[in-house]
């Protein structure tokens, strides 16, 4: 079954500390993302991946990193962690030539920070 | 500036009535666009794919329309279920590869009620 995976589910971090939010994919996926969702908004986009080590920033990538060391794997790293980086973290993947237009979305991370 | 616009907001039905969400855009180019399905506290599950002028799918008790030249998509849903009860989300994808972006809809909140 062709899947993105999001550890951990829930997580609550107390401001000014590290944060990683880790996700995999099983679909050999060239492209990957990293979303966040607040109430009332759509989601917005913080960074794309379109391999291993080929990373752009997205639209709100301001307080967050990502790393991406394997293609089947990447992660959001948030340095010092703020408590309007509180939200729900989504990632996806897709393949590059994405005439079909398939996106596969993970569960989400449900981050507080206090 | 909200490029993909949502409507209703939120809406409640009972059991068995059929109900339309509407979602108008001005994202351009308009390649595609996709309506999701997002359980609460889940991800976002793909139901059906839009791509051409005057497109009009159907997957089961799902049928969408779309007309570009308007912008405007809508989604059917007919003989509702208590498990339809979800956030629908439209999203319109300006580019059909991995180096296109999504522009994400707010969603519409359906409650089905017995």
């Known amino acids: 079954d062709m899947k993105v995976t999001q550890m951990p589910r829930y997580l609550i971090k107390r401001m000014g500390e590290n944060v990683l939010l880790e996700c995999g994919q099983d679909?050999?996926?060239?492209?990957m993302y990293w979303y966040r969702q607040d109430p009332g908004l759509g989601l917005q986009l913080i960074y794309i991946?379109?391999?291993?080590?080929?990373?752009s920033e997205g639209d709100i990538p301001k307080g967050y990193r990502v790393s991406r060391k394997k293609r089947e794997h990447f992660s959001l790293i948030l340095d010092s962690a703020k408590t309007n980086q509180t939200s729900v973290y989504f990632c996806?993947?897709?393949?590059?030539?994405?005439?079909?237009?398939?996106?596969?979305f993970g569960s989400g991370t449900r981050l507080l920070v206090i | 500036k909200t490029q993909v616009e949502q409507s209703p907001q939120s809406l409640v039905v009972r059991q068995g009535e059929n109900c339309v969400l509407q979602?108008?855009?001005?994202?351009?180019?308009?390649?595609?666009l996709r309506w999701f399905k997002q359980d609460t506290g889940k991800g976002l599950v793909s139901l059906t794919v839009?791509?051409?002028?005057?497109d009009k799918t159907s997957n089961g008790r799902y049928s969408a329309t779309l007309d570009k030249d308007a912008k405007h998509s809508t989604l059917h849903i007919t003989a509702t279920l208590l498990d339809d009860t979800a956030t629908y989300i439209c999203?319109?994808?300006?580019?059909?590869?991995?180096?296109?972006?999504?522009?994400f809809g707010a969603g519409t909140q359906l409650i089905v009620i017995p």
């Open positions: 996806a993947s897709s393949p590059r030539d994405n005439s079909n237009s398939d996106y596969t």
């Open positions: 679909m050999s996926h060239e492209t």
């Open positions: 991946s379109y391999d291993v080590d080929s990373n």
């Open positions: 979602c108008n855009y001005s994202v351009t180019p308009d390649n595609h």
């Open positions: 839009l791509v051409h002028e005057n």
């Open positions: 999203v319109v994808g300006d580019r059909g590869s991995a180096l296109g972006r999504l522009h």
